[in-house]
């Protein structure tokens, strides 16, 4: 890090394991929103609705199908409705393994344009690839219900395009606030703008059952209308109130741009990069893995819950929204408290960097192993498995004060390559997951098909736990730094960890 501050490094004293006896760079104090929040809430409403594009397709798909005609339900809970109205099929008999296909193919574009994402953020600002990206899945989103139409294989075709568009948004973001976040503010600032994810899926999923429900543009066909207005509304603002650093944003005072500046290192353009560090370096391997693990369960879910609400627990289309989106209100909530209290540890140096991002990353796969078991035990206890599954996707909060931010903890300068590396790996589960899914539920809905699904996915959880105990680190790498800051914490190295050594 620069010379006014280290995010790691050797402990003077037993209680102070974060910060040595460089000071500490301290926020301006003035009555005035600082620009970095204003980056902040337009990146968390940036994501929001990114995903409310992405889950869109999800509660719509169970609309969109007649699957009546297509699935074999066994072993189900009884029905929970009479309304005809509510229970009324869609027009498109496909069947499992297409609908798992077509929920699938957004991730196949989705991986390609990570990596590149990450570095042209880097090295051309990252304000534009973002603001593209997501204008791009918004214009494809609006038509959707056009390429629906034509065929499956024709929204396959969108939904890769779509995927293609919007890999480069958490590359790109992380690329942002390399620039933006100061050291001791980005699990804060990060959590905050990635739980627009979440809190675009728990807002949108019950609008999006309320819509299909609905005769307001043809039902179904609204909810893509509508995620896709929101999208041209959200880029809008972001060209006019964003800049890809402090320096060039026109409205920064001159307190906060200081402030912000002498905090992170001097040297942000990525014009090298050390691939073979990169591709050798165990810590980064820990964030790869750790990241497809945590997506696993995620991305399960984000597919696949509509459909095993509908088919298994018997909910209609206007709970399934509702339901859908309850343990997105819990994920959003536990993101924004552990980042929050992340920062805490590491300011009042009660635990290292290192320490407290394998401390959040075993409460939240482990929190959610537990969760995953239980909903496949619950069986038709309603309140049970709605528990269950709530405390599964709530316990993905905990986990972006872990591997999440961990990029910019190993390497600031090339945080957005790295996140699209393991963004890129984390993007597998999207589509394998829900081709699990469906290879286990083609023939047969059963309790006994979800529970194999919710068993896979707690034992990924325990890869994650152990790879990222082992081998993860919140020490900026040397190969990360410049050649004149590498002296300065050269003994980063033998920082003590509270928690596991890594």
């Not at 974060?18 to 005035?32: E, F, G, H, R």
Request: hydrophobic share 45%; glycine share 8%; charged share 15%.
């Amino acid at each position: 890090m620069g010379g006014t501050y280290q995010s790691d490094g050797p402990s003077p004293t037993e209680k102070d394991p974060l910060l040595t006896s460089i000071d500490v760079v301290s926020p301006p104090q003035k009555c005035y929103i600082p620009i970095r929040y204003v980056v902040t809430f337009m990146s968390f409403f940036g994501f929001f609705n990114v995903y409310a594009m992405r889950v869109n397709l999800s509660v719509g798909l169970v609309a969109m199908v007649n699957y009546t005609d297509t699935v074999n339900v066994t072993d189900a809970c009884p029905e929970r409705y009479n309304n005809t109205k509510d229970a009324e099929e869609g027009p498109y008999d496909w069947n499992s393994i297409i609908q798992g296909q077509i929920l699938a193919s957004f991730f196949y574009g989705y991986i390609f344009s990570q990596i590149p994402g990450g570095i042209i953020a880097g090295r051309y600002g990252a304000k534009w690839v973002l603001g593209l990206g997501i204008l791009c899945t918004t214009v494809l989103t609006l038509l959707t219900p056009l390429a629906a139409s034509i065929s499956p294989f024709a929204l396959m075709a969108l939904r890769f395009l779509e995927g293609l568009g919007e890999g480069v948004t958490y590359p790109s973001a992380h690329a942002l606030f390399a620039k933006w976040a100061p050291p001791l503010e980005r699990s804060k600032l990060l959590a905050i703008t990635y739980s627009g994810a979440f809190c675009g899926t728990a807002v949108f999923l019950p609008i999006a059952g309320l819509l299909c429900s609905a005769d307001f543009l043809g039902g179904w066909p609204a909810v893509f209308y509508v995620s896709g207005s929101m999208g041209l509304i959200w880029f809008l603002f972001w060209s006019l109130l964003v800049s890809s650093s402090p320096a060039s944003h026109p409205w920064v005072s001159d307190e906060e741009l200081k402030y912000i500046t002498t905090s992170l290192e001097d040297k942000q353009v990525v014009k090298d990069i050390p691939w073979r560090s990169i591709l050798t370096s165990l810590p980064v391997w820990a964030i790869i893995i750790t990241h497809f693990c945590a997506n696993w369960a995620f991305y399960t879910l984000l597919t696949d819950l509509p459909t095993y609400l509908k088919n298994i627990l018997k909910f209609d289309i206007s709970q399934n929204g509702v339901l859908s989106s309850l343990p997105y209100v819990a994920q959003f909530i536990i993101a924004v408290l552990a980042g929050q209290i992340a920062d805490l540890l590491r300011q009042r140096r009660i635990l290292t960097t290192t320490a407290t991002r394998k401390l959040f990353c075993f409460l939240g796969f482990s929190i959610q192993g537990f969760c995953l078991i239980g909903a496949g035990l619950a069986g038709c206890n309603v309140t049970a498995a709605v528990a269950c599954l709530i405390g599964t996707t709530g316990a993905c909060g905990l986990l972006l004060a872990a591997y999440s931010v961990n990029h910019l903890d190993i390497a600031p300068k090339y945080a957005g390559v790295l996140m699209g590396l393991s963004n890129a790996f984390g993007t597998i589960p999207g589509f394998l997951g829900p081709i699990v899914a469906s290879y286990f539920t083609n023939q047969s809905q059963d309790k006994s098909s979800w529970m194999k699904i919710f068993a896979i996915a707690a034992g990924v959880d325990v890869v994650g736990i152990v790879v990222f105990q082992l081998f993860a680190s919140g020490v900026q790498q040397d190969w990360a730094k410049d050649e004149d800051t590498k002296a300065i914490n050269s003994s980063e190295e033998a920082e003590p960890d509270l928690l596991v050594r890594g």
